[in-house]
């Protein structure tokens, strides 16, 4: 399965896909990424290898989905379940190299997957947990139209400083408020 949007694309994972994945998330064992995406829980790096006994975890996962753009995978882009018989699911992107950072990319990824979900999910909720040193996933988010839900003040310690936990949400009568009145403004 695949959704597009000119040049960006969000796609199940096949094994085709499986070094590169490698490269990105499990070559470094301090990569640059991390740094921004829950820095404060460890990552290990692993072997290739290693990496290929966890294949049946990617390969055609309805959770975890490729972000491309122009053909180059950049990244991932998952949900998971925070509590599955009230449909309460939460989602999470990594564009796991520098370079593509600050270009509306995540942005455009995290549309086309949230729609995807709304439309396959009978859920009435999707959000998004972040952290208050990443202010460039909160600003994504509010873009989308989520909306700050909570707040927890000062549990996350990364380099001798604590900061917040951020909950993040939208509805989906909000997602298709939101969604169509920027469709709306697009065609004037």
């Known amino acids: 399965m695949q959704y597009t949007d ?58 975890y989905w490729a972000v491309e753009l122009d ?7 998952s949900y998971y379940w925070e509590q599955q018989p009230s ?12 370079a593509s950072w600050g270009k509306g990319i995540g942005t455009r990824a995290l549309k ?28 994504v988010a509010e873009k989308l139209g989520m909306q700050m839900e909570a ?3 000062k549990v996350r310690y990364y380099q001798g400083e604590y900061y917040d936990s951020i909950r993040m949400g939208m509805l989906r009568e909000e997602w298709e408020q939101h969604h169509y009145s920027t469709r709306r403004q697009v065609l004037k």
């Not at 820095?39 to 996962?61: D, G, M, R, V």
């Not at 989602?91 to 796991?96: K, N, S, T």
């Open 6 to 63: 000119n040049n960006l694309s969000i796609r199940t994972i096949e094994e085709k896909d499986l070094p590169r994945l490698w490269e990105l998330i499990f070559k470094e064992e301090k990569p640059e990424w991390k740094k921004w995406d829950a820095p404060y829980f460890p990552h290990q790096a692993k072997s290739y290898e290693a990496f290929l006994t966890e294949q049946a975890h990617w390969i055609n996962s309805e959770k």
């Open 151 to 153: 707040r927890i003040r």
């Open 71 to 77: 053909g180059h995978i950049l990244g991932t882009i």
């Open 87 to 98: 449909c309460w699911l939460e989602i999470g992107i990594v564009l796991h190299e520098a």
């Open 112 to 139: 086309l997957w949230i729609n995807h979900l709304f439309n396959q999910l009978p859920l009435v909720r999707i959000g998004l947990t972040t952290w208050s040193g990443n202010m460039r996933m909160i600003r």
